[in-house]
């Protein structure tokens, strides 16, 4: 008697699982928040009214494309940008882009430190120097936290967003004064003298972060996840829309807090009648007696929330582009030591503080162009990125955009001349 074959019942379509793909982004939006946007926002807002706040937006539009290719990169190609520099580019090239990236962490870690040695003093009373030590501690114990987990350490860090955002924008209520008019006035670009022309470059060097995009390429790699598995359901049309969705959420929820940072400065400038410039412990002064208590503790909170998280995240990115551009680690011990040190020495030589992390900014503008043209240059080669390869007009805007802000940084020191 013949057999007959049974075929095997059907397996149910399953969608693919795009949660790995969920969190790197959120990691790299603390690096938007971090205190040297507070100190340059709240410059801008003290200074300039809601003069800027087009550069806060257009900055913040840049960010969004920038990281989503760096997240884009690390899935597409499984290594991060500077392990791609070392693999693709000669040796003395990535040592050069090393130790430029490695100045970005410094000026970065400069305003982390005093951001939160700030928040420390002003919750606490402790003096500037040692509450930077303990900045130090905490930034390590949030590295063992991603060793222990990636998730806890991306669940932590987005409720450090949160907290960042919730303080900033509970203090725009409270202390009020603001326009609407002002605001809208605001997105209209225009730039008044020098001045206006420095803070901008800092605005842009606070919001559209370098390290953030090597740090963001690398956490996007992912050993449970490839395109090349699109058999499975997991599309480059897909992976794009996930990517688009973590970056959307995390980046566009850290413009808004960056748009409120300059609003608090613009309502506690009227309230002055111009006797505040935008020094951060005078703020804090200004809006415990303008608002109360409450109002002075929730801006003392997410400026620590600030400082601490984006610590944390800037020793993780030296991680990253040292063991990516040399293929060499150090401890993180030794990098967090080595790297607050000119943030102590300037803490211990009395530098003026806010201004301190308003130049941190500005110098950090400077990478900007560095890793911006090196993400088009590999996010444009089909033969690495397979679907994920940029569309032309993506390359030029992001181009372009490279070429704006390294022209601004190459006039800054005839504007600080001047």
Not at 77 to 87: D, N, V
Not at 173 to 186: I, P, R, W
Not at 372 to 401: E, K, P, Q, W
Request: hydrophobic share 60%; glycine share 12%.
């Amino acid at each position: 008697m013949e057999q007959v074959a049974v075929a095997d019942p059907p397996v149910p379509h399953r969608k693919p699982r795009l949660t790995p793909l969920v969190g790197p982004a959120v990691v790299a939006a603390v690096a938007y928040v971090d205190p040297g946007n507070v100190a340059t926002n709240l410059t801008a807002g003290a200074t300039s009214g809601y003069l800027l706040v087009w550069v806060v937006v257009a900055a913040s539009l840049v960010a969004l494309l920038v990281q989503f290719q760096a997240a884009k990169l690390g899935v597409a190609t499984g290594r991060s940008l500077p392990q791609l520099c070392r693999e693709r580019l000669p040796r003395w090239a990535s040592r050069l882009l090393w130790g430029q990236a490695e100045l970005v962490v410094l000026a970065t870690d400069l305003a982390e430190f005093v951001g939160a040695a700030i928040g420390l003093r002003l919750l606490f009373g402790l003096p500037v120097a040692p509450a930077a030590l303990v900045t130090a501690v905490v930034s390590l114990v949030l590295l063992e936290l991603r060793r222990r987990g990636r998730r806890r350490f991306e669940l932590f860090t987005a409720a450090a967003l949160l907290l960042v955002g919730a303080g900033i924008l509970y203090d725009v209520v409270a202390v009020g004064h603001q326009s609407a008019a002002g605001l809208a006035g605001g997105l209209v670009p225009r730039l008044d003298g020098a001045h206006g022309a420095l803070l901008a470059m800092g605005i842009v060097g606070a919001t559209v972060m370098p390290h953030a995009i090597y740090l963001h390429s690398a956490l996007a790699v992912r050993p449970e996840f490839r395109v090349a598995e699109a058999i499975g359901g997991r599309t480059p049309g897909v992976v794009r829309r996930a990517l688009r969705l973590d970056c959307g959420i995390a980046l566009g929820g850290a413009a808004v807090v960056n748009v409120a940072m300059i609003a608090l400065g613009a309502g506690l400038a009227a309230l002055t009648a111009g006797g505040w410039t935008g020094d951060i412990i005078a703020a804090h002064e200004q809006i415990a007696a303008r608002a109360g208590g409450a109002a002075a503790l929730a801006f003392a909170v997410a400026l620590l929330a600030s400082g601490v998280s984006s610590s944390g995240i800037g020793t993780l990115a030296g991680d990253f582009v040292m063991g990516g551009f040399l293929g060499w680690r150090i401890p993180s011990l030794l990098r967090r030591v080595l790297t607050m040190l000119p943030a102590v020495a300037a803490l211990l030589l009395g530098a003026p503080l806010t201004a301190l992390l308003v130049l941190s900014q500005v110098v950090i503008s400077l990478g900007v162009p560095v890793a911006l043209f090196l993400l088009v240059h590999f996010c444009r080669d089909r033969s690495l990125m397979g679907g994920l390869v940029n569309a032309a007009a993506t390359t030029r805007v992001a181009a372009g955009a490279g070429f704006v802000v390294a022209a601004a940084g190459l006039s800054l020191p005839v504007l600080l001349v001047v």
